[in-house]
Structures are given as structure tokens and as C-alpha cells.
T-cell receptor, first 118, second 115 residues
Framework: AQSVTQPDIHITVSEGASLELRCNYSYGATPYLFWYVQSPGQGLQLLLKYFSGDTLVQGIKGFEAEFKRSQSSFNLRKPSVHWSDAAEYFCAVGVWQNYGGSQGNLIFGKGTKLSVKP | KAGVTQTPRYLIKTRGQQVTLSCSPISGHRSVSWYQQTPGQGLQFLFEYFSETQRNKGNFPGRFSGRQFSNSRSEMNVSTLELGDSALYLC??????????????FGPGTRLTVL
């Protein structure tokens, strides 16, 4: 069965420090992978996506992620964290079924809450 | 382009009642999906609609239903509410192109509290 694991429930980093959030997936086919961010009381904002091609993908707000097929991982990184990055981050794998125009659905990890120390 | 809009943003209901939530997708997006977010279970897929037909369904009881209108707007309904239905309900819309498969844009959600 498809699944996504985010091993870290809560991470605290100092402002200006680098960040890496871990994500491991289980999916039988070539995965479509996503990172979303959610601020308190808000919906999900798409940070970046991997469909195919270059395994290092760039996203918004200075984030990047690297797809490693051999490790079934899609870790999110940022070289220098800003206080405004404090939020909850979700990794997701896209499950697609070829029928009827369905765009498939997303399976999410449990999320990693990021706190930023001044 | 306006984003996905959901109404209402907050709802309080009592057990046994029913509720209807509304979602308007991004202009031009014809696929609409619904997700439930709770602290315990996280984000779980409810169902997906395209061209007024349910195309995909998650593992939820029949009390959860939805529909889509010809203008792609969607509603979801929960009947006979239970305390465990308290959650943030998120709607997402998708553009229809193979290059953006699974790519979903989320609304702000409707916070449902069941007392």
C-alpha cells in the first residue's frame, strides 16, 4: 500500500540556520511527489513538486527538494530559515488511477511542525 | 486568478445533525477533491469529482457524500454527525493536464465542530 512517512514530528531551528525535513514514501510505480506548507488556521500551499526529470527541484520561498529513488526519499531543504517559515510541512505522494478523467488523490505524511528560534 | 474558496469557514453543529460544505474551484479547474484533516488521522482523502461525477473515493462511511455542479462548484454533505467528524475539511482543485497530474490547489478549509 502507498504511504508517506515523515519521521520528525517537531523540529526547532534557529533563524538563519539550514533546514532539512525528511520524507520517505512507499509507492509501487514512479511517484509524483509534493511538499505543502500549512500555517495555523490556513489551507495547504504547494511548495514544490516532482514529476520526472531532474531529481533536484526548486520551489517557492527558497525551498528545494531532492528525489532519491534508491532511498525512497524526497527531503525538503532550505539553506537559511526565516522566522516566517514557522509552519507545518506535509510531504505527499500522488496516487493516480487511469480512468474517467480522475486526477488521482494525494496520500499525505503526518506532517512536521517547524518552530524557528530568534 | 482567484484561489479555491470554501464556505462557510467555521461551523458548529450538534450530534445527529447534517451539514453541507461548499467549494468553488479555481477558474478553469474541473476536478475537485475533498480531504479531512484531524489531529489524530492527519489528512485523509474523501472523494474526487470531475464532470459532475464521482471519480475516486477514499475510505469513509456513506454518511459522507458529495456532488459537483455543471460550473465545477462542489458540495460535500455529512449526515448524522458524530463527534469524530470534527475536523478541518479541505477542498482542492486540479487543472486537467497530464503535466500536472495529482497537482492540487487547496482552499482555506471549513472548520467543523460537532458538539
Amino acid at each position: 500500500a502507498q504511504s508517506v512517512t515523515q519521521p520528525d514530528i517537531h523540529i526547532t531551528v534557529s533563524e538563519g540556520a539550514s533546514l532539512e525535513l525528511r520524507c520517505n514514501y512507499s509507492y509501487g510505480a514512479t511517484p509524483y511527489l509534493f511538499w505543502y506548507v500549512q500555517s495555523p488556521g490556513q489551507g495547504l500551499q504547494l511548495l514544490l513538486k516532482y514529476f520526472s526529470g531532474d531529481t533536484l527541484v526548486q520551489g517557492i520561498k527558497g525551498f528545494e527538494a531532492e528525489f532519491k529513488r534508491s532511498q525512497s526519499s524526497f527531503n525538503l531543504r532550505k539553506p537559511s530559515v526565516h522566522w516566517s517559515d514557522a509552519a507545518e510541512y506535509f510531504c505527499a505522494v500522488g496516487v493516480w488511477q487511469n480512468y474517467g478523467g480522475s486526477q488521482g488523490n494525494l496520500i499525505f505524511g503526518k506532517g512536521t511542525k517547524l518552530s524557528v528560534k530568534p | 486568478k482567484a484561489g479555491v474558496t470554501q464556505t462557510p469557514r467555521y461551523l458548529i453543529k450538534t450530534r445527529g445533525q447534517q451539514v453541507t460544505l461548499s467549494c468553488s474551484p479555481i477558474s478553469g479547474h474541473r476536478s475537485v477533491s475533498w480531504y479531512q484533516q484531524t489531529p489524530g488521522q492527519g489528512l485523509q482523502f474523501l472523494f474526487e469529482y470531475f464532470s459532475e461525477t464521482q471519480r475516486n473515493k477514499g475510505n469513509f462511511p456513506g454518511r459522507f457524500s458529495g456532488r459537483q455542479f455543471s460550473n465545477s462548484r462542489s458540495e460535500m454533505n455529512v449526515s448524522t454527525l458524530e463527534l469524530g467528524d470534527s475536523a478541518l475539511y479541505l477542498c482542492a482543485s486540479s487543472p486537467l493536464s497530464s503535466g500536472s497530474r495529482n497537482e492540487q490547489f487547496f482552499g482555506p478549509g471549513t472548520r467543523l465542530t460537532v458538539l
